[in-house]
């Protein structure tokens, strides 16, 4: 088997505006899918979060590997780290960090050729299935009115429910209930996750009490400020959310700051931030800067790495969940094929995907059923893209104009003057 072909598309799918601790989303969130047709004819598909930079490794990465076995995971693995320049995660909430983007969308292109060549899911090459069907959370947003970019499938998001909700504006813990109940109506998901860092802390502590006031202690709830308060700030908050955050994720910034938090507050820390590469791991456990590590394919590298940091979060005892990004369906499958063959991967895992429901690429978007995703039966990574949907999502990123996420641009766009600022609570 010989990889004869490599396609890379930029993709522009709409994204409403929602708030974080960088700033506010762009009215289209950028994505990069990658194609490896292989010399027999199949057709292996990865999706990455998309900018120029990234863009240019993985055409330089697709120049080197073509011709290759993709299953010589081993040997195009060292032809890519043979490429690569070090770079950093970066201080956003977004993980900056090309390469290993890179490596993660090849790698799973390649997973999903493997799997179609021989008959069989991308989780049995990993390994086997310990689970069936794939919880995922509520990822719920502060946001203004509007629901993203014009560019649809034909989704009238005039309609009620959820696709009407997620116009509305969600700027207070009232907002942020309405939101809950419309996404968990919709997607029956059975937890809850607040992106915060939007506001002054004591703002997001209230709606957490909302939350839980309006759903019951039976929903797991979370809190992710993006490590931008203070120490203070986030011991302040962590003892109001005692006995109610399921775990606090990455309430303040770096490893020893972390570990501070954790001393002071009796919640489980988690961490998509501090603790995101392999050289961080000694740290980890030296400072004991969290209970929790968020996995995501994407940031790590790939399926194979995935399952090497699940096996470290075995070894040391810390719990393991999975975060997300702005994505489409490929990323949905691959997410959901990885965290079917992890036996400790026991939280439900993180998924915008609501965000960008009715915009997808493939014949078939993959259902939520109670909140979760059964594990397709179909080969490979069991979807198929829709090449008509492709091409549409191509030339909306060539209209959109925009060709790297900056959310501090979009945030001066409604506060003029509006800077990004790593600590600011």
């Known amino acids: 088997m010989r990889i004869s072909d490599i396609h890379i598309s930029p993709v522009a799918v709409p994204d409403p505006p929602l708030l974080n601790a960088a700033g506010l989303h762009a009215p289209y969130a950028l994505r990069l899918i990658i194609e490896i047709v292989s010399a027999d004819g199949l057709s ?23 011709g290759m076995d993709p299953w010589q995971l081993n040997r195009i693995a060292a032809t890519l780290e043979s490429l690569a320049n070090p770079d950093e995660r970066g201080a956003t909430p977004w993980d900056q960090r090309t ?11 390649c997973y999903d050729l493997m799997g179609k060549s021989v008959g069989r899911p991308v ?6 299935a310990v689970r069936e069907r794939v919880p995922f959370a509520a990822y719920l ?5 509007g629901a993203g970019g014009e560019f649809g499938f034909g989704r ?37 996750k607040l992106k915060g860092g939007a506001f002054e802390p004591q703002v997001e502590v209230e709606s957490i009490l909302a939350l839980r006031e309006a759903f019951g202690p039976d929903v797991p709830l979370r809190l992710d400020p993006n490590a931008i308060w203070r120490v203070d ?26 570990a501070t938090v954790a001393r002071a507050v009796d919640i489980p820390l988690a961490t998509n931030m501090c603790t995101t590469a392999f050289a961080d791991l000694p740290g980890s456990i030296a400072h004991q800067s969290e209970a929790i590590i968020l996995s995501d394919h994407h940031f790590w590298g790939g399926f194979r790495a995935s399952l090497d940091l699940a096996r470290f979060c075995a070894v040391f005892g810390r719990g393991m969940s999975m975060h997300s990004n702005s994505h489409l369906g490929i990323s949905l499958a691959a997410m959901a094929q990885l965290a079917a063959a992890v036996p400790n991967l ?26 979760a ?25 060539l209209a959109c104009g925009l060709t790297e996420r900056d959310d501090e641009i979009e945030m001066q766009k409604v506060q003029p003057g509006w800077t990004f600022q790593s600590t600011r609570w």
């Open 44 to 66: 292996g598909w990865g999706e990455i979060p998309g900018s120029e930079a990234t863009r240019a490794a993985l055409h330089l990465a697709a120049e080197r590997i073509i």
């Open 99 to 109: 390469w290993v983007h890179v490596q993660s969308a090849i790698e799973v292109a």
């Open 123 to 128: 989780v049995d090459l990993l390994g086997g």
């Open 141 to 145: 947003f502060y946001k203004h009115e």
């Open 156 to 192: 009238d998001e005039s309609v009620s429910g959820w696709f009407g909700a997620r116009q509305e504006a969600a700027l207070d813990p009232e907002g942020i209930v309405a939101q809950a109940r419309a996404m968990i109506a919709h997607y029956g998901f059975k937890s809850i």
């Open 233 to 258: 700030s986030a011991i302040q908050a962590g003892k109001q959310l005692e006995g109610v955050l399921e775990y606090y994720e990455d309430p303040v910034r770096g490893q020893a700051n972390m």
């Open 346 to 371: 026991t939280y439900d895992c993180d998924t915008h995907y609501p965000w960008q429901d009715g915009y997808d690429l493939l014949v078939e978007p993959l259902p939520f059923e109670d909140g």
């Open 373 to 397: 995703v059964g594990l397709p039966s179909a080969p490979g990574l069991g979807i198929e893209v829709d090449r008509d949907k492709l091409a549409a999502l191509r030339r909306n990123y």
